[in-house]
Structures are given as C-alpha cells and as structure tokens.
C-alpha cells in the first residue's frame, strides 16, 4: 500500500522558517518525481514545487522561488521542503503528492498544516 | 501560466442525475497532461482522470473525462450521495503545474 507521511508543520512568525518531510513508503521512491501542492484554508489546490527522480531537476511556482526548496533523499525514502522567509500567504496544508503518467498527482499524503502569524 | 476556469461554481442534483463539469484553459493543453481530482471534506484530493479519460486505479466507471484544446469535461453519470466533494481539473505545461479553481457537488 502506497503511503505518504508529511510532518514539521507548525506556527511559525513571518520571516521564519520551516522544514517539511514526507516519508514514503509502498513503491519504489526512487523511480518516482513528486512534488508539493498546497491549500491554503477554504481555499482550492496550489501546485509548490516538483523533484525529478534523481534530484537532478527541480521547478517551483513564481511566488516561492528563492525561499523554498524541494529535495529528496532516495536512501531514506523521503521528501523535504525547506521554506525561507515565510509569509502569511504561505499559510496552507501542504500535501506531498507522488507523480504519475500524464504529470497527474497519483497519491497523496494526509497533508501538514503550516501556519504563519505573529 | 495557463489559467483554468471551473464551471459552474456549484452544481446541487439529486441522486441518480448526471453531472456535468467544465474547466476551460486560457491556451491550448496537451491532452496528456490533464487531470481531475475529487476532495471529499476533511480528505486530501484523489485522482480520478488522467490523460483527459483515462480513470484512475479503482475509480467507477460513473466517472469519465473526455475534451481537448482549450475545454474538457468531468461527467458523473449517475451521482451517488458518497460524490459530494470539490472536483479540481489541472494541467502541466512548461514545467508548471495549474489548478481550476473547483467545482462544489452539493447532493439534493
């Protein structure tokens, strides 16, 4: 059974940083580009950023470049995303989600809430 | 970035009738890279369409996409209680992924 599990959701201040992971598990991690898509509350789906297989290339929206960073580790089975300079608008549950044929999202994990206020 | 756009905002049926939704792109999608997820309330998204018609692993065959260029369509045949959810449509292009802005079916 394919399972995502992301954590490091939390409050954190404006100008703050945070780590997100994503623990896969029930296929093959290393064979499988996956990416970030958020939702911020009462709000619908924002794609974040996408990792190749290898790491070897990475895209982000235009509203996280130069603060987020996407990267994995294929020994661990796992995805992070570092987010730098944090805004309110970044406030959101942040789903990792594995990607499929025809650049689909396949699966997706419970998702981590990020919430950042004063 | 290619914007889309869901239609309409709210569809409210009774169980047993067809819907229909609609998400028109501003420029033409590859039809390869177009997808439907449904969200329950409370749930992360599931995939139903990919590829504008293919269904996803265990999706009924109630649900079925079709469309091409600029406009695609979502149909649920029969809608059964369990269907009440927010239906997005997304596409990829130039390394950019996009979302509709969702599609609530409210069961009469």
């Known amino acids: 059974e394919v399972q995502l599990v992301e954590s490091g959701g939390g409050l954190v201040q404006p100008g703050g940083s945070l780590r997100l992971s994503c623990a896969a598990s029930?296929?093959?991690?290393?064979?499988?580009?996956m990416s970030w898509v958020r939702q911020a509350p009462g709000k619908g789906l924002e794609w974040v950023a996408n990792?190749?297989?290898?790491?070897?290339?990475?895209d982000y929206v235009d509203s996280v470049k130069g603060r987020f960073t996407i990267s994995r580790d294929n020994a661990k089975n796992s995805l992070y995303l570092q987010m730098n300079s944090l805004r309110a608008e970044d406030t959101a549950v942040y789903y990792c989600?594995?990607?499929?044929?025809?650049?689909?999202?396949?699966?997706w994990g419970q998702g981590t809430l990020v919430t950042v206020s004063s | 970035e290619i914007v889309l756009t869901q239609s309409p905002g709210t569809l409210s049926l009774s169980p047993g009738e067809r819907a229909t939704l609609s998400c028109r792109a501003s420029q033409s999608v590859s039809s390869s890279h177009f997808a439907w997820y449904q969200q329950k309330p409370g749930q992360a998204p599931r995939l139903l369409i990919y590829g504008t018609s293919s269904r996803a692993t265990g999706i009924p065959d109630r649900f079925s996409g079709s469309g091409s260029g600029t406009d695609f369509t979502l149909t649920i045949s029969r809608l059964e209680p369990e269907d009440l959810a927010v239906y997005y449509c997304q596409q990829y292009g130039s390394s950019l992924w996009t979302f509709g802005q969702g599609t609530k079916v409210e069961i009469k």
């Open positions: 989600a594995r990607g499929w044929v025809g650049a689909a999202f396949a699966y």
């Open positions: 029930g296929f093959t991690f290393s064979t499988s580009w």
């Open positions: 990792i190749k297989q290898d790491g070897s290339e990475k």
